[in-house]
């Protein structure tokens, strides 16, 4: 089993596919295309931890620059119908902590910003996940912060759950959508944070 590569750089495709050249020899690894830019050009080093997929047909690497985002990876094939491209998929769209907070808050919005998870799919993957990945962080004093990162007080409705499924109905991309939501105030009225939203999203367009 190869658990991680520590080598040169060679090849960074926008697809998130990179080749990694360890002791004269190149790895093809798969890697979340969000990573790719943080790799850096080629000839930098880089150390990837890796997982090896086996299959009758191939042996595929995939690999992600901390443990934690292997630790999910694995986490979500372990999930039933969740092969590696989409766990890959929503690696790219949430941080392994952003994962923790969606599913500890039965968040479905948050997975259907997934390209391909719709909500039978990502309500099915909030009940598989609780019991695969860690606890979700919190904040001071055991706060508990929301999939974007903002407190929530105790017994609060996930509000921005709402905003975040009317932005995405709307044809906002996954990236405008967390924007957007990361700079709302605190507030359980979902007309007014979603007022909030389209008018951040006016002046940013």
């Known amino acids: 089993m190869i658990g991680s590569l520590r080598g040169t750089l060679l090849e960074a495709g926008l697809d998130g596919t ?16 969000v990573a790719v830019p943080g790799l850096g050009s080629p000839g930098a080093g880089v150390v990837l931890h890796t997982h090896l997929a086996v299959r009758e047909d191939a042996l595929t690497l995939y690999g992600f620059p901390h443990r934690d985002e292997r630790a999910c990876f694995e986490a979500l094939i372990g999930a039933h119908g ?3 491209a989409l766990a890959l998929a929503v690696l790219s769209v949430h941080t392994p902590d952003a994962l923790r907070r969606a599913v500890a808050d039965d968040d479905v919005g948050a997975l259907c910003l997934v390209p391909g998870v719709g909500r039978k799919t990502a309500a099915r993957l909030l009940i598989e996940l ?9 904040g001071p004093e055991g706060e508990r912060l929301d999939a974007d990162g903002a407190r929530l007080p105790a017994g609060a409705p996930p509000a921005r759950a709402e905003v975040r499924q009317a932005l995405a109905s709307l044809g906002y991309e996954a990236d405008e959508v967390r924007e957007a939501v990361r700079e709302l105030p605190e507030s359980d009225d979902v007309a007014s944070l979603l007022r909030a939203a389209l008018a951040h999203l006016g002046r940013s367009r």
Do not use: C
């Open 18 to 33: 990179v080749v990694v050249e360890v002791g004269g020899v190149g790895y093809r690894v798969a890697v979340p295309p």
């Open 82 to 84: 969740v092969g590696p």
């Open 130 to 138: 609780k019991d695969r990945l860690g606890p979700a962080p919190s």
